[in-house]
């Protein structure tokens, strides 16, 4: 489409530069315009989110990364960490110039959504999850192409984490993912045309010792309509005017009977390494009174309370008095 703004680059043949070029303004009124002033330009399907908006996409998207993470650490019954790193729009030609062969890009459809995502996994977390669901550590091992079991392993993670994924998002009919396959090189992709715009949430991964970033890639059209329900949403609407709000991920029941370490301890204390070394048992560590308001409370080695040293009936206890922000 042409296009009358600022001077583009000029043609090498000024001749073709000076021609008139028959045009109509927004009028609809047929003018002439010098050629030098023609400049393309391409409508495509991005999308159109305000910054509100847009900030409450990646929030939710944050916040249900999260909780995709904790249920594929139940599933491979090992730690699996997963954060969310940036959420951007894309083309598919663009994805498939940054996304170089070979990969493991399953494919799935969310129902009724409209359109195809891609789940891209990088090979070596691939095999890492495969050794896993396998009986392994879950470490890293070396890199080779990854065989029809491991696949299908894959694909029951995959199945697991997009329909955690769909589980927070508010729609009117139940979000059902469905897998179609898998593909190697992004250059068979067909998901879309040149100028489709899609969203592109890059996520940090790791198990055992091998972290590496897991894409997943939708395109607008399937999720207008749940970031118009998101957008919808008058208590979001509030909240976005104040701070920053995380969604909890419903509890599940099954963490109930869980124990967890619990640590009370005191930091900031110092004391000379030849004390240190001439401890006896019997010798007393003198310590500041105001320290005794100042414990700090850990779940599993991670501090997460202030309290005050005390007691409760015949047992010693800690009262909790400041909850420490995550």
Excluded at 41 to 66: P, Y
Excluded at 112 to 134: N, S, T, V, Y
Excluded at 269 to 293: A, H, W
Aim: charged share 20%; glycine share 6%; with cysteine.
């Amino acid at each position: 489409m042409a296009r009358v703004g600022s001077p583009a680059v000029q043609n090498p043949s000024s001749s073709a530069a000076s021609q008139s070029v028959p045009v109509f303004t927004f009028r609809g009124v047929k003018t002439s315009v010098a050629g030098d002033r023609i400049r393309n330009f391409a409508f495509g399907q991005s999308a159109a989110l305000s910054t509100s908006e847009l900030h409450r996409f990646k929030s939710h998207n944050e916040s249900v990364i999260r909780g995709v993470g904790a249920r594929l650490s139940m599933f491979l019954r090992i730690e699996f960490t997963l954060e969310l790193l940036s959420l951007d729009t894309i083309t598919l030609p663009k994805f498939m110039d940054t996304t170089p062969p070979p990969r493991l890009m399953i494919l799935f459809k969310i129902e009724p959504l409209r359109g195809i995502g891609i789940l891209d996994i990088p090979p070596p977390l691939a095999l890492a999850i495969a050794d896993r669901m396998l009986g392994g550590k879950g470490f890293s091992v070396n890199p080779r192409a990854l065989r029809e079991v491991e696949i299908a392993l894959i694909n029951q993670m995959a199945q697991i984490a997009i329909k955690e994924w769909c589980t927070p998002w508010k729609s009117v009919d139940e979000l059902r993912p469905v897998l179609l396959g898998h593909e190697s090189n992004p250059r068979y992709l067909q998901i879309g045309g040149s100028d489709e715009t899609f969203y592109l949430l890059k996520m940090e991964a790791g198990i055992g010792d091998c972290i590496e970033q897991m894409l997943m890639v939708m395109p607008v059209k399937m999720l207008d309509p749940l970031v118009r329900n998101l957008s919808l949403d008058p208590e979001g609407l509030r909240k976005d005017k104040t701070v920053k709000e995380l969604v909890i991920p419903k509890w599940n029941s099954a963490f109930d009977e869980v124990n967890i370490p619990l640590t009370a301890e005191w930091r900031d204390l110092e004391i000379t390494t030849r004390d240190l070394l001439n401890f006896q048992v019997g010798d007393v560590i003198p310590l500041d009174s105001t320290q005794l308001n100042r414990v700090e409370v850990c779940l599993a080695h991670l501090p997460k309370y202030i309290g005050r040293v005390g007691s409760s009936g015949p047992k010693s206890a800690v009262e909790i008095t400041k909850i420490l922000p995550t």
